[in-house]
Nanobody
Framework: QVQLVESGGGLVQPGGSLRLSCAAS????????MGWYRRRPGKQRALVAR???????DYADSVKGRFTISRDNAKNTVYLQMNSLKPEDKAVYFC?????????WGQGTQVTVSS
């Protein structure tokens, strides 16, 4: 059974930082492209950052220079380091695992940026 379990969300003040983690099980993690998506209030889910199995990365323009995605294949975990958080970063953040015809999603973790 495939599981993606996100953690690290919460409430943070503008300008603050959070690190999200996504622990994967039930997949050959090192062969999957991993991504973080978010669904902001009233918006559709959208890509935030992605890291391929070969560790190439891609970011949404809105988070470039502030967010960093990384992976630890030994721990089957992908991370999203979020710095300089803004109120508009408030969203539910989802972990995604993608490989050929297979794609899996986590349940999401809430991030709220507010003073």
């Amino acid at each position: 059974q495939v599981q993606l379990v996100e953690s690290g969300g919460g409430l943070v003040q503008p300008g603050g930082s959070l690190r999200l983690s996504c622990a994967a099980s039930g997949i050959m993690f090192s062969t999957y492209d991993m991504g973080w998506y978010r669904r902001r209030p009233g918006k559709q889910r959208a890509l935030v950052a992605r890291i391929t199995f070969g560790t190439a990365t891609d970011y949404a323009d809105s988070v470039k220079g502030r967010f960093t995605i990384s992976r630890d294949n030994a721990k089957n975990t992908v991370y999203l380091q979020m710095n300089s958080l803004k109120p508009e970063d408030k969203a539910v953040y989802f972990c995604n695992a993608d490989h050929l015809f297979y794609t899996y999603w986590g349940q999401g973790t809430q991030v709220t940026v507010s003073s």
